[in-house]
């Protein structure tokens, strides 16, 4: 079936881009954003080196300083906790990544969310 979504009134485009289907990296973002915040740092705290990956694989596609119409840069340790209130809020309100970008696996947004409770441990 070809769907034309110019056809299509923005009401229905929106329900299609919250659907529950899977996306290109396996996980829905209904099973991304299901992540409970924790409410104390895990002993050991995770560092910077635990949660760069998840920064430059989820990241820094957009987050990148040499792209000028990006947002923010998160490419480095201390551009990401010039961020920390950003990043946290983005986080837990499950916001980021946005809606046309692949949602963090569950493992992920859990371990960044840690990170940032636990101050952004380098």
Do not use: K
């Not at 229905?12 to 396996?26: D, P, V």
């Amino acid at each position: 079936m070809h769907l034309n979504v110019g056809r299509l009134p923005p009401l229905a485009i929106l329900l299609l881009s919250c659907s529950g289907s899977r996306t290109g990296n396996g996980v829905s973002r209904e099973e991304s954003c299901a992540v409970s915040p924790p409410t104390q740092c895990p002993d050991p705290a995770p560092t910077y080196a635990d949660v760069r990956p998840i920064f430059h694989e989820a990241c820094a596609s957009c987050h990148d300083p040499a792209d000028p119409t990006g947002p923010w840069p998160l490419d480095s340790f201390e551009h990401i906790v010039s961020w920390r209130p950003e990043v946290g809020d983005e986080l837990r309100n499950c916001t980021m990544p946005p809606l046309d970008g692949d949602p963090l696996r569950p493992s992920d947004r859990l371990l960044l969310m840690e990170w940032v409770l636990c101050g952004m441990p380098q």
